[in-house]
């Protein structure tokens, strides 16, 4: 493989760093969301709705932030403040996303995106970084939003890692109670960050149909939603290995097409099928492979429910 396999498969792992350090936040607040396809689906219909109407990108990748995070209020609200049950709220929230992507695309199908946008959203190499020998093409002669991916993965690590508010937020995940009773708000804790995790996961959605399919398609996330959920194990919560994880599933998403430029042949149903067959492989390695360093928050997925004082 050349480095241009690489670069592609940093832009196609992309969208998936984005949902996965959402969903790492998210969790890390003790709550299991699995909505992340059905906000993708719907920052990715909002984002490319607003980009039509607007011809701005920037307007575009705030419409579908907040389309995201709205999303994401509504998942909390339920979860948080009426104590349902997360996983059938979250499973709810991606047929929900799944209908409400359909519904506004329905009149999108053959639409592109705006030239100015593709322009905006363009490649461009980094100052001396894209010099370095191979690594400088593969990482460093990409588009803003994927050294905004960069970024975002560093601000996550160091905010879960370095500050006093991540320690307060990783103290909720793992015994909410304890926290609660040092004075934490543990509630508004769990909001904030499933918004933020809502947030990042309808950025993820806006970089598939602005970027990475310039187009309307329909379910253009196909699947990558559930991806994220899963690689959020493999991952081990830690946002600084979704990196890895995100890098090398765009590189099990675009082999297919690199096989075929070599003549080749391998069926297409087995190409589509090989990033969740990987998926699969992966989550039963990490399982039988517990640590004590790759453990999900204690609470996750567990409803609060605070005693009277």
Known sequence: MDASFFTAAV????????????????????NLNLGVEGMMLIGAVVGFKVA???????????????????????YALLTVSLRANQVVTGLTLTIFGT???????????????????????????????SHIP????????QGILV?????????????????????????????????????????????IHIIIGGVLCGLAGAYLSLVY?????????????WIAVALVIFCKWNPYRVLVGAFLFGGLDIIGFRLQKY????????????????????????SARKSISGLPPANLGDSYFREER
């Open 263 to 286: 003549s080749f042949y391998i069926s297409q149903y087995l190409i589509d099928m090989l990033p969740y067959l990987v998926t699969i492989i992966i989550l039963i390695v990490v």
């Open 147 to 191: 050294y905004g991916g960069y970024i975002a993965t560093i601000l996550a690590g160091l905010y879960l890692y370095n500050t006093q508010i991540g320690l307060n937020l990783r103290a909720v995940g793992e015994n909410t109670a304890a926290a609660d009773a040092a004075g934490i708000k543990v509630s508004l804790y769990k909001y």
């Open 134 to 141: 191979v690594l400088g093409q593969v990482f460093f002669n």
């Open 99 to 129: 209908g409400f992507s359909s519904f506004m695309g329905k009149n999108l199908m053959g639409e592109v995106v705006p030239d100015n946008i593709k322009l905006a959203f363009a490649d461009f190499p980094l100052p001396l970084l």
């Open 213 to 225: 399919i310039p187009s309307w398609q329909e379910n253009v996330t196909a699947g990558r939603g």
């Open 11 to 30: 832009v196609a792992g992309t969208p998936l760093l984005y949902a996965i350090l959402g969903e790492v936040i998210t969790e890390k607040a003790g």
């Open 52 to 74: 039509l109407i607007t011809q701005n990108p920037w307007l575009a990748l705030g419409g579908a932030m907040i389309a995201g995070g709205i999303a994401a209020l509504i």
